[in-house]
């Protein structure tokens, strides 16, 4: 049985250092019911230099992902945390994760677990280096019914119409009237009316996730032109949701991704490949096969959060998100 071995690399934020431990919460919220599926889990942590495990803020946060991870998996192995060599000057905190692969069908699934929040985009590259698009499937022709055949009324013939009688008429005399002047009439003109323009709604979460997909490659791709670096590949885009309402929206794209939370929902590699991909290529971005999400927020969620986006009651403008890239 042979062992699987990742590891996933996360930023640390020097003035907020504990906020890395969000991150790594997140990844394992956001797919639970994944790694129920895995056998012999073990994570373990490596660290910069500059990352003080026994600092108190720190020891206590990293205690407290500890029990987060032991509540979504009891029976995890967590090792000992490890000091990197500080060769980049970078601090960051890598997450290694093992398991084991019991034969080639559970290795062949298995191994796209974590993919799914890291992910590939897979497919054969044309002459010009781009992923071609999956064809359309040709829509279903729904069965034509025959019209129902209307009789026609029947017509009577017309009948002859009679001549109308004469009626004697006594001639009326009008009286004289005097012609008075017309009063003017004043006009006022009438302001014009501005037609205000209605807010447009995100639709329920539990029902459709198109237009989520939507928004966030919007969001992007917009932020990717303002920011492009020539020449440069994209390797990670972070996300950095302003309040409760659009970490919500975040967060709920990363579930339907693993969850398929409604019918329309895609996985994680369709999202990158015929969402993204070809939306950043219009914007002259180029975007790298195995690019990298990470979610850097402060914000809290609540269950009115929750509730407003799954009842469809979220305003397209309430969703603000900052975006950055490392190249």
């Given at each position: 049985?042979?062992?699987?071995n990742q590891q996933?690399?996360f930023?640390?934020?020097?003035?907020?250092?504990?906020?890395?431990?969000d991150e790594?919460?997140?990844?394992f919220s956001?797919?639970?019911?994944?790694?129920?599926?895995?056998?012999?889990?073990?994570?373990g942590?490596?660290?910069s230099p500059d990352?003080?495990?026994?600092?108190q803020?720190i020891?206590?946060?990293?205690?407290q992902f500890?029990?987060?991870?032991?509540?979504?998996?009891?029976?995890v192995?967590?090792?000992?945390?490890k000091?990197l060599?500080n060769?980049d000057?970078?601090?960051?905190?890598?997450?290694t994760?093992?398991?084991?692969?019991h034969?080639?069908?559970?290795?062949k699934?298995q191994g796209?677990?974590?993919g799914?929040l890291?992910?590939?985009?897979v497919?054969k590259?044309?002459e010009?280096g781009d992923?071609?698009?999956?064809k359309?499937?040709?829509p279903?022709p729904?069965?034509t019914?025959?019209?129902?055949?209307?009789?026609?009324?029947s017509?009577s013939?017309?009948?002859?119409?009679?001549?109308?009688?004469p009626?004697?008429?006594?001639p009326?005399t009008?009286?004289?009237?005097?012609a008075?002047?017309?009063?003017?009439?004043?006009?006022?003109?009438t302001?014009q009316?501005?037609?205000?323009?209605?807010p447009?709604?995100?639709?329920?979460?539990?029902?459709?996730m198109q237009?989520?997909y939507?928004?966030?490659?919007?969001?992007?791709a917009?932020?990717?032109?303002?920011?492009?670096?020539?020449?440069?590949?994209?390797?990670?885009?972070?996300?950095?949701?302003?309040?409760?309402?659009?970490r919500?929206?975040?967060?709920?794209?990363?579930?339907?991704?693993?969850q398929?939370?409604t019918d329309?929902?895609?996985?994680?590699?369709?999202f990158g490949f015929?969402?993204?991909?070809?939306?950043?290529?219009?914007v002259?971005?180029?975007?790298?096969?195995?690019?990298?999400?990470e979610?850097?927020?402060?914000?809290k969620?609540?269950?009115?959060?929750?509730?407003?986006?799954?009842?469809?009651?979220?305003?397209v403008?309430q969703?603000?998100i900052d975006?950055?890239f490392k190249?």
């Amino acid at each position: 049985m042979p062992y699987m071995n990742q590891q996933h690399t996360f930023s640390v934020d020097n003035r907020y250092p504990t906020d890395v431990f969000d991150e790594l919460e997140t990844f394992f919220s956001a797919y639970t019911s994944s790694i129920d599926n895995i056998q012999n889990l073990s994570i373990g942590l490596q660290v910069s230099p500059d990352f003080d495990i026994q600092q108190q803020k720190i020891a206590k946060r990293y205690q407290q992902f500890c029990q987060t991870v032991r509540y979504s998996v009891p029976d995890v192995h967590i090792l000992a945390v490890k000091t990197l060599e500080n060769d980049d000057n970078v601090n960051k905190l890598i997450l290694t994760i093992q398991y084991l692969i019991h034969d080639d069908n559970d290795e062949k699934n298995q191994g796209s677990f974590f993919g799914r929040l890291f992910p590939t985009f897979v497919g054969k590259k044309t002459e010009k280096g781009d992923y071609p698009l999956p064809k359309p499937t040709a829509p279903t022709p729904l069965p034509t019914q025959p019209k129902p055949s209307v009789p026609k009324p029947s017509v009577s013939p017309q009948a002859k119409p009679q001549s109308p009688t004469p009626v004697n008429v006594a001639p009326v005399t009008p009286k004289p009237v005097q012609a008075t002047p017309p009063k003017p009439i004043s006009v006022q003109p009438t302001p014009q009316s501005i037609a205000t323009p209605q807010p447009q709604y995100l639709p329920s979460s539990q029902h459709s996730m198109q237009a989520f997909y939507r928004l966030l490659v919007e969001k992007i791709a917009q932020s990717a032109k303002t920011k492009n670096q020539p020449n440069q590949v994209i390797n990670t885009i972070i996300l950095k949701p302003h309040d409760g309402i659009s970490r919500v929206f975040v967060e709920q794209i990363f579930v339907s991704f693993s969850q398929k939370s409604t019918d329309d929902s895609v996985d994680m590699v369709s999202f990158g490949f015929e969402w993204l991909k070809p939306a950043l290529q219009k914007v002259g971005v180029i975007i790298a096969d195995d690019t990298a999400f990470e979610l850097r927020t402060k914000a809290k969620t609540t269950a009115d959060d929750v509730n407003a986006l799954a009842n469809g009651q979220v305003k397209v403008e309430q969703i603000q998100i900052d975006i950055d890239f490392k190249w």
